[in-house]
């Protein structure tokens, strides 16, 4: 049940990940081969579970941008390519330990590894893949980089712990709510971004401009999902339409739609979201309160404000192939199919 959310209408050549994705065609299919040869290990659980979620699809944001933002500074060497596949392992160990803590059951729109192997398994194994990253940074010798990525890593795990305190909390404001996704979403996104200019031995305010393109597009993506979740095409999602409200998941329309409504609106929220009433009649409530408050269309504007700020961030940039794309990457992450 759901309505298709409108993010604009759709045009001859309207954005698409093509141009990153030619751009990185090289550097990602030696990072495929990367992360094959990591999640190889003598203990036959471990290859099994990581690689079922790693071939489970994903679009490889993360670590396409390690690649065309180390390209796009005319890096020659392979040092992204390791870095890029811990950003990788990075991401995918999260994944492991959110469908843990979330109790999800899909991802992708595929059963979760917890539910195919189970809860302790699933964490072991996001716990391997976060230590194969460590040790890929540590062999491209670049305690800068190192840095970087370890920082990342331990901010994430703030976020994904702020998320525990503010979930199924209706008086979370917009600023708390930010907060969590800079930690949770945001995070890696600046860091994979960032890790390319230092391995290409770029100054201290070329690694700034790339890591705010990356915060603020990390940012504009997560608060886009947010919005599909109440109003994207399930094959977009990768997940089914309502999937955050099913899991009481408080997110920035949620948010925006609570602090505007009624105080029978804010009562609905309350026995949904806290007290778990959410079946499809709740969910076709949800999505009312959401229309009649504007809170889709404001998430989706928020998200525009922090895309053009990223775009803003590669101003100095020289112009280049991949500069172009990682551009065009968050015009796509700003008005995905809708």
């Given amino acids: 049940m759901g309505v298709i959310l409108s ?9 698409s990940l093509e141009p990153l994705v030619e751009c990185t065609q ?24 990581a690689r079922y979620l790693v071939d489970s699809g994903g679009k490889r944001m993360r670590p396409m941008l390690t690649v065309a933002c180390a390209r796009a500074l005319g890096y020659e060497g392979d040092g992204h390519v390791r870095l890029a ?13 959110d469908d843990v803590v979330d109790e999800s059951n899909t991802r992708r729109g595929k059963r979760t590894a917890r539910l195919l192997w189970g809860n302790k398994e699933t964490v072991l194994v996001g716990d391997f893949l976060l230590g194969q990253a460590f040790k890929m940074m540590v062999d491209v010798g670049s305690l800068d980089a190192l840095r970087v990525l370890s920082e990342a890593s331990a901010t994430i795990a703030e ?22 996704i800079r930690g949770k979403t ?3 996104f600046q860091a994979a971004a960032e890790v390319g200019p230092i391995v290409a031995g770029a100054d201290r305010a070329t690694r700034a401009a ?15 999902d947010d919005a599909l979740d109440y109003g994207g095409a399930t094959p977009a999602l990768g997940k089914n339409v309502g999937d955050d409200f099913r899991e009481g998941k408080l997110t920035l329309p949620v948010v925006l739609a609570y602090r505007r409504g009624t105080p029978e ?50 101003a100095p ?16 992450c700003v008005a995905r199919v809708h």
């Fill in 85 to 97: 596949a811990a950003v990788e392992f990075m991401h995918t160990a999260t994944l492991f330990h």
């Fill in 265 to 314: 609106d804010r009562e609905f929220w309350r026995r949904t979201l806290v007290e778990g009433q959410t079946d499809d009649e709740a969910l076709a409530g949800a999505m009312s309160r959401l229309a009649e408050t504007s809170a889709l269309a404001d998430t989706v504007d928020r998200a525009k404000h922090y895309g053009a700020m990223a775009r803003d961030a590669l």
């Fill in 186 to 188: 945001a995070a890696l």
């Fill in 26 to 49: 090289d550097g990602m299919d030696a990072v495929n081969r990367l992360i094959l040869e990591r999640t190889g290990s003598q203990v036959t659980l471990i290859p099994e579970v």
């Fill in 317 to 332: 940039a020289p112009e280049s192939p991949e500069k172009a794309a990682l551009l065009e990457a968050v015009e796509f």
């Fill in 159 to 180: 976020g994904e712990v702020m998320q525990l305190g503010t979930a199924k909390n209706t008086e979370t404001t917009e600023d708390e709510y930010l907060e969590v």
């Fill in 210 to 224: 790339f890591r705010s393109f990356g915060a603020n597009l990390g940012i504009a993506f997560q608060l886009i």
């Fill in 7 to 15: 993010l604009g209408e759709r045009k001859a050549g309207a954005a």
